[in-house]
């Protein structure tokens, strides 16, 4: 599209439907930080965000929220209205607050109106600004239907691959076989809505229900014809007559809501970068960080009382740090002389992480190469063992005080192949013992416990 087609185009987001979308995109598989957080709707709803801003540059946009169910005039005059609703997940409640930083940070207006639902803010601004703009109405939620004109369209956000959908007045009659858009509230009028507990006529479907207003036009219509109907249906339509006016109401989105924008309130304007890169650290998005902010973006900032695994306060990691520029101390314990004194270390530490290096994956069959050591950040150890058996078991007798120590912490990755081959070199494992892996899986058993994974700082899938 053009650079002038861009400047009179309004994006409205319908904001919980998105967060919902990003939520339960994940459901199977949610995306946690390291502090165990679900983070699965704060990444859908800012990932449809930034599409959006990268691929549309609008000229115009807002995110807009529903107000409490309890304070809207349908709740208040119907309380079946949204009454089947289960509570808000935990994980969603703990998401929007962050996610309405998250907008501020972008500098992206955010409307929220206590008394009236997001459709209803959205439908009014949208009908206001047609005439000078091209409004886009980004929601999955198939009620906006009834909103399209020439100049209003629904968006509906890509996912699980397919593309973006956008719905016209064309697309809106062929979807729901209406002569005019504004038919779809006769159609929601009489199927109901489950999900918003909508009763609609009993026994009428959608396809039904697209059938009848066809025929007759709305539920009106159908009401003053219901004569002509027969058997079970004809009963219905007048017994629950009353209902499906109601209902039709209820599935009206209101297009007065008292709430006044000017084009310049809904000017796209640019980010507020040290907020944004404050708020992914703390959430530890890395790839998003990245992909948003650029390459220089790192999620490894140190947090208040953040504590590293050897008990001490981390250092801050800046971006772009790798062995060339990042200061470590790497040791080859070579002499029983640094045997010893890495040993007296490890007593003083109290804790040691450490890796057998084998020829192979089957502990029982495997050689042992080498052992790798760690007592504090950014200072490892190393010792190459003889090829021979006996060799290496003499040199290995010179760690038996630290392995056997019922008071030194042994930290490691899938221990129990490291216990087996070592058995294999007569020394036994004793004490506290810590494994990487298996505190993973009790924390996220769903994913990846590999130690490439776990040294991220946060998930790739984080995109």
């Not at 036009?217 to 109907?229: C, D, F, M, P, T």
Request: hydrophobic share 35%; aromatic share 8%; net charge negative.
């Amino acid at each position: 599209m053009k650079k002038e087609d861009n400047d009179n185009r309004l994006f409205l987001l319908d904001a919980f439907a998105l967060i919902y979308r990003g939520y339960y995109a994940f459901i199977n598989n949610p995306l946690r930080n390291s502090r165990g957080q679900n983070v699965s709707a704060i990444v859908g709803f800012i990932n449809t965000l930034y599409d959006l801003l990268s691929n549309e540059k609008p000229s115009h946009l807002a995110v807009v929220f529903d107000s409490s169910d309890d304070t809207t005039d349908r709740k208040k005059e119907h309380d079946f209205y949204k009454a089947n609703r289960e509570k808000m997940p935990e994980d969603i409640a703990y998401a929007i607050p962050i996610i309405k930083e998250i907008i501020d940070a972008f500098n992206i207006p955010r409307l929220e109106l206590e008394g009236f639902e997001a459709d209803d803010i959205i439908g009014t601004i949208a009908k206001k600004k047609e005439k000078d703009h091209k409004v886009y109405m980004v929601t999955p939620d198939k009620d906006f239907a009834q909103l399209v004109s020439s100049n209003i369209f629904m968006y509906k956000p890509s996912r699980q691959g397919k593309g973006v959908e956008i719905l016209g007045v064309d697309e809106v009659k062929k979807k729901w076989d209406v002569d005019q858009p504004e038919q779809v509230i006769d159609i929601l009028g009489l199927w109901g809505d489950s999900v918003d507990n909508i009763p609609g006529i009993p026994g009428i479907g959608e396809k039904t229900a697209k059938k009848l207003v066809k025929q007759y036009g709305s539920v009106e219509g159908l009401i003053e014809n219901a004569e002509k109907l027969s058997g079970k249906q004809k009963e219905n339509v007048i017994q629950f007559s009353e209902q499906g006016l109601i209902s039709k109401k209820l599935a009206t989105i209101i297009l007065d809501v008292p709430v006044d924008v000017s084009d310049d309130d809904l000017v796209v304007s640019e980010p507020d970068k040290e907020k944004l890169r404050e708020i992914f650290a703390k959430l530890e998005f890395r790839n998003i960080g990245k992909k948003i902010l650029g390459d220089d973006y790192s999620a490894n900032v140190k947090t208040e009382g953040q504590i590293d695994i050897f008990g001490s306060q981390t250092d801050e990691i800046q971006a772009g740090k790798d062995l060339n520029n990042t200061d470590h101390n790497y040791h080859i314990l070579n002499s029983k002389e640094d045997i010893s004194k890495f040993i007296a270390d490890v007593h003083t530490a109290g804790v040691v992480a450490f890796d057998t290096e084998t020829s192979g994956l089957d502990p029982i069959t495997a050689t042992l190469v080498g052992m790798s050591f760690c007592i504090k950040a950014g200072s490892a150890y190393y010792i190459h063992l003889s090829e021979v058996h006996d060799e290496a078991c003499k040199t290995l007798d010179a760690f038996r005080e630290i392995f056997e120590d019922k008071k030194i912490l042994k930290i490691g990755q899938d221990i129990k192949f490291d216990m087996h081959v070592l058995k294999n070199y007569k020394l036994e494992i004793d004490g506290p013992i810590f494994d990487t892996m298996v505190a993973h899986y009790l924390v996220e058993p769903e994913k990846r416990h590999t130690l490439e994974y776990l040294s991220e700082p946060f998930s790739a899938t984080l995109q």
